[in-house]
């Protein structure tokens, strides 16, 4: 048709066509900006979703190479998603401790921590001067114990509560306080009574929000908790149907983002979203089997010095999640085993040489060998050369990941990171292979 | 006239046009020599990877230069492979009508084009990459096995020929 007009005419065409393309990108750039704000709950669950579904790609292949159709690999790759998936959530649910254990577990963890402390720095009660280690460390580390032993005091509102607990269990509906548990408590509060004695540091007052939102009696405080706790899995039912639905696309995004590419970049976009697509895999793919590796190597020799399967597999997984953040991944671990390892008690090893009544030791040798292995064996073999962060973007990357998502942002912050950094390089490279800048 | 210049959003509703039947486009593949030996089941495999372009007359393709990713089908229209000196003069080396090929050494390495493509006029091809064609090597290594095949009998006999001319000059 515009054959048949003048090149004036033509020129005001092309203007308009400019104009309506202009607004049409301003609209959806300020949607898209909406909806990436207003669905923001949803981002996290998505990536996850997306970056699974990156790694398992590779696997469609192979299964097609082994004689699968699509359907079936997909179906497959699918269903062993579904499994660890909700095998995760399981072994999370049962970790997630009743009001009753978790008073029982914060007064155990309370005593454990009390007693390993004056334990290390030779504070018992025949020694009250400390030993050589406590003259040295002892001023730094008095105050972060007080703060901790400080957070772990059971308020009275919680006191009362525990005490119905031990006292009247068919009451309450559950199994009665282990007498060890009940004890410990009693010797916190014996300890709390000297405290206040010597310092007048008033109990906890029971008005404290915290013991309110723990109270058993308050109904609408569990409701909110298993409302938000449904909100939080719907939220997460986004993972598995993204992931499915990357699994299915088949390449069908990517040859939709070429096609609308102008023919002049058209070979270069292809090239570059390939040459993306090979550092991201091998980066996403060794990152993910590197954790693995890290967490089924943590969850072995954690049940090797004797703890229990569930304990040790939970510990595993997150030192393993951990491990994908450089610098501080080690550290988290080490932290979780520690703080286990505190609260230990009445352990049977597998292994003969391990004393079952003090753990930490082993834990920190279990440390410090899976994290030596780490980097003599897993990162050279796994990781090769594949991308690196300079340490002052990877602490600025996780601080900012957690303040704005949470610990999953502290996970995906460095990922992220490297995903924009190896994007953008990309990007310029071929930009000057094909003569563009 | 020409056309209008392509830009990213005349491509993007373009592509709504463009959408053609698929039966129309196996049997364009199925007469290339490249991919003749290939079943009608490997050929549908094939038609996922391949990617539709329209080119305006007196546009380039590829480059001089420029690293190879892709290889052209021609459909309909003409390309003229062109060699560019320094000065930018054009020399035609050749000019390839429909139902050929061209850019094919780009299927074996991303080593810079030896010369430039332009469409003479209006052209319809199907552009194929070289890391699509990787990736369906590992899925499905038998219709890997007999592109690259072809590919190298193609190579053959172009050397064959190259070789033939040399010996009558």
């Not at chain 1, 300020?30 to 790694?55: E, H, S």
């Not at chain 1, 031990?166 to 009451?171: D, F, G, K, L, S």
């Not at chain 1, 109990?203 to 449904?230: G, H, P, Q, T």
């Not at chain 2, 061209?102 to 469409?119: K, N, T, V, W, Y």
Request: aromatic share 10%; glycine share 6%.
């Amino acid at each position: 048709m515009s054959n048949y007009l003048t090149s004036e005419e033509n020129l005001l065409r092309l203007r308009r066509a400019r104009i309506i393309y202009t607004i049409t990108a301003g609209i959806a750039v300020v949607t898209g900006v909406f909806l990436l704000w207003a669905l923001r709950g949803l981002i996290v669950p998505t990536v996850i979703g997306m970056l699974m579904a990156y790694i398992c790609l590779p696997l469609i292949g192979y299964l097609k190479n082994k004689g699968f159709s699509q359907f079936w690999a997909v179906v497959f790759l699918f269903g062993i998603f579904c499994l660890v998936l909700f095998s995760t959530i399981k072994l999370a649910g049962d970790l997630v401790p009743d009001q009753k254990t978790e008073l029982e577990l914060q007064a155990r963890f309370r005593y454990k921590l009390d007693a390993k402390f004056k334990e290390i720095m030779g504070l018992g009660r025949n020694d009250r001067e400390g030993n050589l280690f406590y003259t040295l460390f002892g001023r730094e580390l008095e105050p972060l114990r007080t703060q901790i032993d400080e957070a772990l005091r059971i308020s009275e509102n919680n006191n009362r509560l525990f005490t119905r607990f031990h006292e009247n269990p068919e009451e309450m509906g559950s199994n009665p306080v282990e007498e060890r548990y009940w004890n410990y408590h009693q010797a916190n509060r014996e300890r709390d009574r000297e405290q206040e004695k010597s310092t007048r540091t008033p109990l906890r007052s029971e008005d404290n929000a915290d013991d309110i939102k723990l109270s058993y009696s308050d109904e609408n405080s569990d409701s909110s908790l298993l409302l938000s706790i449904f909100n939080a899995v719907s939220l997460w039912l986004i993972t598995p149907l993204v992931f499915l639905i990357l699994l299915v696309d088949n390449g069908k995004l990517k040859r939709e983002l070429v096609h609308s590419m102008p023919n002049r970049y058209f070979e270069m976009t292809l090239t570059t979203l390939d040459n993306i697509n090979e550092a991201l895999g091998r980066y996403l793919r060794g990152t993910f089997i590197e954790c693995f590796l890290v967490g089924a190597s943590f969850t072995i020799c954690l049940f090797l010095i004797g703890l229990e399967t569930q304990w040790a597999t939970a510990i595993g997984i997150i030192a393993g999640l951990a491990n994908a953040i450089p610098f501080l991944g080690p550290a988290i671990g080490l932290l979780v085993g520690v703080l286990y390892a505190i609260m230990a008690e009445k352990v049977s090893p597998l292994l003969p040489f391990i004393d079952g009544n003090d753990l930490l030791p082993a834990v920190l040798v279990v440390v410090a060998i899976i994290q030596l292995i780490d980097n003599a064996v897993f990162q050279p073999y796994v990781l090769g050369n594949a991308v690196e962060l300079h340490p002052l973007i990877v602490v600025f990357g996780v601080m900012g990941g957690a303040v704005i998502f949470g610990f999953a942002g502290m996970l995906l912050a460095i990922p992220a990171i490297m995903i924009g950094k190896v994007v953008i390089a990309t990007i310029f490279r071929q930009f000057q292979a094909y003569a563009i800048i | 006239m020409t056309p209008p210049k392509a830009t990213m959003w005349t491509s993007f509703f373009g592509s709504i046009r463009r959408n053609r039947g698929k039966d129309d486009i196996l049997n364009f593949i199925s007469t290339v020599p490249l991919f003749d030996s290939l079943s009608k089941r490997e050929l549908d495999t094939i038609h996922s990877i391949a990617h539709h372009r329209i080119y305006r007359e007196d546009e380039f393709i590829f480059r001089k230069g420029q690293p190879g990713a892709a290889m052209f089908l021609i459909k309909s229209g003409s390309v003229n492979i062109v060699d560019q000196d320094q000065d930018n003069l054009t020399n035609i080396l050749t000019t390839l009508q429909s139902n050929t090929f061209f850019g094919e050494l780009a299927l074996l390495d991303d080593s810079p084009r030896s010369a430039s493509a332009i469409a003479a006029k209006t052209t319809e091809t199907f552009a194929f990459f070289r890391t699509d064609l990787d990736r369906l090597l590992n899925s499905f290594p038998q219709i890997g096995l007999k592109v690259y095949r072809a590919l190298a009998m193609i190579i053959g006999d172009r050397l064959k020929e190259t070789n033939e001319q040399l010996l009558n000059k």
